[in-house]
């Protein structure tokens, strides 16, 4: 497969980043206590070895991948607000020897937000429609995962999940109308 040659600096970005991902979360895997995390990390492992798998294959195949990316579903469940939160508080460890699970849980949290980040960008930044297709596949993967991984965060009370003020909702609501055709093209007619 030919790639422009902002598109394999794009993907060389992305393979650093990826073997970063499953270095830590092998690291994770071996310092976290909570059954729940362990399940979680470990199950999105396999998708990240996928990925990384995949990524290889575009970097040095003529054909690319012939793979398609397992993306996790999206559990459609919402974590409610807390009524009255009892976030613990933190304050970053400036010398330590391993990590507790609510480290572990929020560096994962943020590797997956980075990586979607940088699947996303690189997206916009592709040509190659199978190497597009597969970089917004690795994007749902991320922001999926990220969403279990902050579900249990919050369910935690390591996340702070709070309601949104009614006033700025109902401010929201007086400035932002919907349009009223269903089909607006039809205006122009």
């Given amino acids: ?5 902002h598109e394999a600096l794009e993907l060389n970005e992305l ?11 092998a690291l994770f895997l071996n ?27 575009f970097a040095t195949k003529m054909t690319g991948s ?17 009524a009255a939160p009892p976030y613990p508080s933190i304050e970053p460890k400036v010398k330590l020897a391993e990590l507790d699970d609510r480290a572990i849980a929020t560096s994962y949290l943020l590797t997956l937000k980075r990586a979607g980040r940088e699947y996303a960008w690189a ?3 592709c040509g190659t429609p199978q190497l597009r297709a597969f970089l917004e596949d690795a994007f749902r993967m991320c922001s999926h995962q990220a969403h279990e991984v902050w579900s249990y965060m919050g369910r935690k009370g390591w996340y702070p999940i709070s309601a949104a ?4 909702l109902q401010t929201m609501g007086q400035i932002y ?3 009223p055709h269903h089909q607006p093209m039809s205006v122009y007619q």
């Fill in 1 to 5: 497969m030919n790639l422009g040659t």
């Fill in 15 to 25: 393979l650093m980043s990826c073997t970063n991902s499953i270095q830590s979360m």
């Fill in 31 to 57: 310092q976290v206590q909570d059954a729940e995390l362990r399940e979680i990390i470990s199950r999105q492992y396999q998708v990240h070895i996928q990925d990384y798998n995949m990524k290889v294959e």
């Fill in 66 to 82: 012939t793979e398609r990316l397992e993306v996790p579903g999206l559990s459609m469940t919402a974590l409610l607000p807390v």
């Fill in 123 to 125: 997206a916009f930044e």
């Fill in 165 to 168: 003020p009614s006033n700025l």
């Fill in 177 to 179: 109308r919907e349009v």
